[in-house]
């Protein structure tokens, strides 16, 4: 994975994880065909295909800290400790039972609580989507819950904005009349970010150099690179407006605060226990 990415050597290792992925997804009952990819882009979250992740690993090269292939089949290599026959069947077995299309919507919404909502009515908001029917004879899907599945897929096969909202349309005109689905993605957002968390916008320089932020918050253009804080307002003769009468920020950093996220993960007692450092 270290090895400069033109060199015979790093090509060959290439080869030898493709073919070790292969091996193991035919074991597990897949084609391998199709393989997460694990370059510095994809971060293991897109399912490509092998030529397509061959060049991207060629090209991109491997996350660097992926030395443990556990989305490829390889074995995560856990301490030697003193554990009883028992705690290792039990906790499997709830692993192993645990349904995956099971969203656990209410347990989600009652964990998380009404006071890390981002707004004063997201909680009710979303508590009524959550008991909202898809359409008016759905019995297996609400809106909310049809919503998280959609936007988790999005999320998986790196569709854009424009081609979910294309087929949220689709979706919308066939399902039955009077269903509650949104047809579009920013809608679809707007239905699941009562829940988000509460965050800070930090303008940044487009070239990453800096964050405006503290003492050089007020800068008009990056101390490194010379690039403008904002983007300047165009007249309608083609002329620059003076500088002072700027647009919106060059790029934005969102940052989610790091105490609420923690506090997010330990919301729920039973996965609060799956976050403790085994080691």
Known sequence: MNYVHISEE???GVEEFIQFSQRNAINSGHDGAKIRCPCVNCLNGRILDVNIMREHLLCDGFLRSYTTWT????LLNLPCVSITEEYVGSTMDEVVHDDVDDDRLEDMIRDVGAESFAKAHGYGSMSSDAETPLYPTSTNFTRLSAMLRLMNLKTINGWTDKSFTKLLQLLKDMLPEGNTLSNRNY???KILCPMGMEYKKIHACPNDCILYRKDVELLK????????HYKLKQKDDDTIEDIEKHGPPMKVMWYLPIILRMKCLFAN???AKNLRWHR
């Open 269 to 271: 007692p039973n996965d």
């Open 221 to 228: 253009s990056c101390s490194r690179c010379g690039l403008p």
């Open 187 to 189: 809608e679809a957002k």
């Open 71 to 74: 989305w490829h089949g390889e």
């Open 10 to 12: 790093y090509e060959r």
